[in-house]
């Protein structure tokens, strides 16, 4: 879940991160945990800017966590994935629909 609010002012460049070939993945796992609805991939404005501010939430709470994770194995999706619930199943003590989805 997001840590909190952020500085609505100052939103993350996407440019910053348009070159990182798992910058799309990454938003897509977020909006999936966090809103539990395939209708927030749509390339709509309003889900675009929906996974962009959800982003936007984590990276101000913990964008040193992920970084300090995520560097060691190159910015690669499995170690952003390794961030999430090692039980994907039960995230405080919810079913999660993500859970049954085998890649």
């Known amino acids: 879940m997001p840590l909190g609010e952020f500085d609505s ?3 993350i460049d996407q440019s910053i991160f348009s070159s990182n070939s798992a910058w799309c ?3 897509s796992i977020l909006s999936l945990v966090e809103r539990d609805d ?4 749509r390339g709509d404005p309003e889900e675009t800017e929906f996974r962009l501010k959800l982003f936007e939430e ?3 709470g913990g964008l040193e966590i992920i970084s300090s994770e995520c560097e060691p194995q190159g910015y690669s999706l499995e170690s952003f994935a390794s961030l999430l619930p090692s039980d994907p199943s039960n995230v405080e003590g919810t079913k999660n629909p993500l859970a049954d989805i085998t890649i």
């Open 25 to 27: 993945g990454i938003l």
């Open 38 to 41: 395939s209708n927030v991939l």
């Open 9 to 11: 002012g100052r939103g």
């Open 58 to 60: 984590y990276a101000n």
